[in-house]
């Protein structure tokens, strides 16, 4: 489903490697965690995933198409939710969530279905009417989660997505992530929570310094590392 | 205490004028440019300062006619604080209650007096940025021609020292009081818009004075200047008794070598003290007040119900996008102010301007459009193909996007839906601008149906060509890095380049036009000339913008 092949950014003009030759290969109907210290280049890689940063080389594939060759084909088979929600705070909620599907062309009695499940879940019914000004960090990023989800993305992608959310929402999150997997889509998400990592990944890549230093089920990153009762201990040991 | 304003006051000076970023900003080629513009924009200034200096010259021969030397003083102190007074507005306005700090230096231990007093510190240099260009000239004729001693130069130096105070700080205690009484929840940005269209006429207003005292002067030659100090004399007087501290000024500079002039310089600079320190504890009663709620934005308490409807309200990419582009410009007070209501006060100028000089001016209009209508269309063409660039929707149209532009770019767009709907959205204004002209043109003229479909039809065509130039520009090089909408549209350079490449552009085609016109070609295929250089124009500009959107969409970072 998501295919990175030797993908490498540098900043400061090619001195500082932000992420070095990452490969990876997702297959549909994974729960993917992808884990790291700050600056270990996350963010860096899933913006090359969405189309928001060039890399310097190796590609990007989104269930066999190229990224950056045929952008709108891929861009449409994913959604994307940053780790802060940046988003227009001159619309009412209901406006942006339109105009998202709108751009996703998600046909009218899909979305009016869609949007009323996802609105009940994150309780953002009432407030779906004010402007998104007037919405607090964690009701944005929820606005911003519902419209990522208003077109049954194949390939969810999350940065930090449990930052800011109160624990019903994160808890409704993480079922929904695991409901999408059990329909055979594929999610891929960053996080600094272990242990959500931990109890809901089939597979987990740790990334430090640019490059992917272990990768694997639970299991088997146990089997590499000595300290093997949680992931917190093997995250810290391979981190050093 | 002393120490923790200083630093206050240092701090804000540094923000304020990005004296750290200078060195930075130096470095960097593209803010290299900028500052070279600038300075260009700055020096072309100089011509209409020096006539203006000059005709000051003359003025205060006039006063030593009619043996009223003081008075020439009195009216350069009167109009510097009447300006600090009314720019004094606007700064305060948006340093006190709008400025991105205010989140930051409230919740430090900070008292209200504190940061008022810092911020009105960081006003009084702006404050002299505008006052001493307009009271120097005044202190320096008076000086140098009446040859007055050292003694006149130190009481001048004190004066201007002292002069933006009283009128800054009145502004301050006003604005305060206003914010205090109007701090009605989600109601701020109205207020805003009101404020500004308010000082915009007195603005416009003072403008159309200075220009009709300048082409009276014109007119009348050397007695001209005579005669307006013999009747200044009693408006500045008036004005002075309105407002006294010009006066004592004045006062005090006229008898600098006598008692009179000591005490009066006495009264100038304790009364400036004594306003300050009044606004000062005012502020400590009124500051937080007028603030707080102000930083937030209001729900309007009950929510909207969202009916069912709304959740299926679908239609066309292009059309969604040029639909949110209208709505944040019509929310947005800056964007307003600079689109809509850009294209709407230049056809309201030009009626203020020809019934305030009367029946002169509209006697010329008609004479010239009299003999041949088509002139009133093609001029009307070109104010409106103007106002393409001139409503800066399109040069400003990715920058307005900000930190919000990451949803344009992960999302599944054609790039021909960008251009559509931004275009669009530009249009939109473009028919509020042509509806405006064609209004006003109906007020000083009479136009016939032909002149509305033309100026409407071709006005249209050429707004697309400039919109299109507009954004080629903004998705070169987009200002997507604000916390302030105002850096998106009011000081984003684009603007500036996009106006001077247009403004070439527009003065290709008037130029051919006019030559074609000249010759007497049929009207009727000048038209289609023009409309063909529009559409091909347009079809060029699309292709390009094509390329350098798929371009920049993909190495942005």
Redesign the interface.
């Known amino acids: 489903m998501l295919k990175l092949q030797n993908l490498s950014k540098t900043y400061s003009k090619g001195t500082v490697k932000a992420v070095d030759s990452v490969n990876l290969d997702i297959a549909p109907g994974e729960i993917f965690g992808f884990l790291g210290p700050n600056g270990a280049g996350k963010t860096t890689t899933i913006k090359m995933i969405v189309g928001l940063l060039k890399p310097d080389s190796g590609r990007v594939f989104i269930n066999g198409i190229d990224v950056w060759k045929n952008p709108i084909e891929a861009k449409s088979q994913i959604s994307y939710v940053p780790d802060s929600p940046e988003i227009y705070d001159k619309l009412k909620g209901i406006e942006y969530l339109n105009f998202i599907a709108d751009m996703y062309e998600i046909p009218k009695h899909i979305r009016q279905v869609k949007m009323e499940k996802y609105l009940e879940i994150f309780n953002l019914k009432d407030a779906v009417g004010d402007i998104i000004g007037s919405y607090s960090h964690g009701m944005k990023q929820k606005l911003v989660l519902i419209s990522a989800l208003l077109h049954e993305p194949n390939l969810f992608i999350l940065d930090e997505p449990m930052v800011g959310l109160d624990p019903k929402s994160s808890f409704q999150l993480k079922e929904i992530m695991r409901e999408r997997c059990d329909e055979g889509k594929t999610v891929f998400f960053s996080t600094h929570v272990l242990e959500v990592a931990e109890k809901l990944c089939d597979r987990i890549a740790i990334i430090n310094k640019g490059r992917i230093i272990a990768l694997g089920t639970m299991d088997e990153l146990r089997s590499h590392a000595e300290e093997r009762e949680s992931l917190e201990k093997i995250f810290l040991e391979l981190t050093e | 205490m002393m120490k923790k304003i200083i630093s206050l006051i240092k701090t804000d000076l540094n923000i304020t004028y990005g004296l750290s970023a200078l060195q930075y900003k130096f470095n960097n080629k593209k803010d290299r440019l900028q500052t070279i513009l600038i300075a260009i924009a700055l020096l072309s200034l100089i011509p209409t300062y020096i006539m203006i200096v000059s005709g000051l010259v003359k003025i205060y021969d006039a006063y030593i006619g009619i043996g009223q030397k003081n008075m020439f003083l009195l009216n350069g102190f009167i109009y510097a604080q009447l300006i600090v007074l009314l720019f004094g507005f606007l700064y305060v306005m948006s340093k006190y209650y709008f400025s991105n700090d205010l989140n930051v230096l409230v919740p430090l231990p900070l008292r209200p007096k504190d940061i008022v007093g810092a911020k009105f510190v960081t006003l009084m240099v702006n404050e002299y940025l505008t006052s001493l260009p307009i009271i120097l000239p005044f202190i320096i004729i008076y000086g140098t021609r009446g040859k007055e001693g050292l003694l006149y130069w130190i009481y001048s130096f004190i004066l201007m020292i002292f002069l933006p105070v009283i009128p800054l700080a009145l502004a301050s205690i006003i604005v305060m009081l206003f914010m205090k009484y109007t701090n009605i929840k989600g109601r701020k940005d109205l207020l805003r818009v009101i404020g500004y269209i308010i000082l915009l006429i007195a603005l416009i207003g003072f403008q159309f004075k200075i220009q009709s005292i300048a082409q009276q002067s014109l007119l009348e030659g050397e007695n001209f200047f005579l005669e307006m100090a013999q009747d200044s004399n009693v408006l500045v007087r008036k004005l002075g008794l309105v407002f006294p501290p010009s006066l004592w000024a004045a006062l005090s500079l006229g008898n600098y070598s006598s008692v009179g002039g000591v005490f009066n310089l006495l009264l100038f600079v304790g009364t400036s003290i004594a306003v300050f320190w009044i606004m000062i504890q005012l502020s400590e009663k009124l500051f937080f007040e007028g603030l707080i709620g102000g930083l ?5 308490g009950k ?4 009916k ?1 409807e ?8 292009f ?3 040029g639909l ?1 582009e209208i ?2 410009l019509l ?2 007070p800056v964007y307003l102010l600079n689109s809509v209501l850009g294209v709407v006060i230049l056809p309201l100028i030009m009626v203020i301007s020809t019934t305030m000089n009367g029946k002169e001016a509209l006697g010329a209009l008609s004479m010239l459009t009299e003999g041949n209508s088509h002139i009133v269309s093609l001029i009307g063409i070109g104010i409106i193909t103007m106002f393409g660039v001139m409503n800066c929707v399109g040069c400003t149209t990715f920058s307005r996007e ?3 532009f ?2 344009q ?6 790039v021909k839906d960008q251009i559509f709907g931004r275009i669009l959205s530009s249009l939109f204004v473009q028919i509020i601008g042509i509806i405006a002209l064609l209004a006003s043109l109906a007020f000083i003229i009479n136009i016939s149906l032909e002149n509305v479909f033309w100026i409407t039809i071709l006005g249209l065509m050429g707004s697309v060509a400039m919109t299109e130039l507009g954004m080629v520009i903004d998705i070169f090089r987009p200002l997507l890095d604000w916390d302030n909408p105002q850096k998106a549209m009011k000081q984003n350079l684009n603007v500036l380049i996009a106006m001077g490449i247009g403004a070439l552009y527009l003065g290709g085609v008037g130029f051919l036009v006019y030559k074609l016109f000249k010759t007497g070609v049929n009207i009727l295929a000048i038209y289609g000339i023009m409309g063909l250089i529009y559409i091909i124009s347009s079809y060029g500009l699309y292709i390009l913008l094509k390329n350098l959107i798929i371009r920049q ?3 942005l ?1």
């Open positions: 937030e934005v209001a729900t309007t929510h909207k119900k969202v069912i709304d959740l299926s309200r679908s239609s066309l990419p059309l969604s996008i949110k709505k944040i929310r947005t900000g930190k919000s990451w949803i770019r992960v999302m599944p767009i054609k969409f993909s190495i970072e």
